[in-house]
């Protein structure tokens, strides 16, 4: 869920003009890309809460804030950018980082939000994020309702092959995670800075650490669009780290 009174730092109308002039023949890695999500590496990061999804050494970096119970991020994962940088992450351009948010359920009501972090969490003790994290996107309940149970949550990694252990449903119980849901809702908050000290919404993009301002966060939900601005910005790095307003 974007919320307002975010800062902006770089106007819309220069995002846009990036997303949309972005040149179509990226040169392809020296290593072979990954045949399927599964072969993805996974890990969390020294920070301990920051998870880093596909291949250290691609050249554009996209750190994701997202809140499992956020409609918008769930267009995103979806039907908007997030399956184009699926594809990215397969082909070794682009490198994936989330920070996982649950202040929705404060707003909302409930603990569908954490529940579902602390999931992700064991998901990765597994080697199996992404691909959970993509079945709990495509099944979302809706925002109103408090719908990631701890039964709903298991029946879903049920889709997931290998995730099901007596371990990983333990660990979904007992929120053995907590002390993880709770840092990770703290890293969210400080990415807003003294403007933003809820947060900077749901879901933000920062790229290269540039962070895509709210104002051309439609781009986020156009595919098209995000995978012209993937490709602009791995053909030419610098000109995304010049952009300014």
């Known amino acids: 869920m974007v919320r307002g009174g975010s800062r902006v ?23 072979p890309a990954f045949e399927s999500t599964e072969d993805l590496p996974e890990k969390l990061g020294a920070d301990g809460t920051t998870i880093m999804v596909g291949d ?11 809140d499992l119970r956020c ?4 267009q995103f994962e979806t039907s908007g950018g997030g399956p184009q940088l699926r594809k990215a ?7 994936a980082q989330y920070t996982l948010a649950s202040y929705l359920d404060d707003g909302v009501g409930g603990s569908g ?5 602390n999931a992700l969490r064991a998901a990765l003790k597994e080697g199996k994020f992404l691909e959970y994290h ?12 408090d719908g990631y149970t701890d039964a709903y949550l298991l029946k879903l990694a049920g889709q997931v092959e290998g995730l099901r252990s007596t371990a990983f449903d333990a660990a979904v119980k007992s929120m053995r ?34 962070r895509i301002p709210a104002e051309a966060s439609g781009v986020l939900q156009d595919g098209t669009a995000f995978t012209q601005l993937l490709q602009q910005i791995h053909a030419n790095p610098w000109e995304w780290e010049a952009t300014t307003l």
């Open 89 to 95: 992450m397969l082909d070794r351009t682009a490198t």
């Open 177 to 210: 995670y907590r002390d993880f849901v709770a840092a990770s809702q703290k890293a969210y908050e400080r990415a807003g800075g003294a403007e933003e000290p809820d947060g900077p919404g749901t879901p933000t993009a920062v790229i290269n650490d540039k």
């Open 9 to 31: 730092v770089w106007c819309a109308a220069v995002v846009l003009a990036l997303a949309g002039c972005g040149r179509a023949d990226v040169p392809p890695e020296r290593r």
């Open 113 to 117: 939000s954490k529940k579902a972090v």
């Open 56 to 66: 250290p050494d691609a050249k554009v970096k996209v750190h994701l804030y997202e």
């Open 71 to 74: 409609p918008v991020c769930e």
């Open 134 to 145: 993509e079945v709990l996107y495509l099944n979302q309940p809706e925002e109103s309702v």
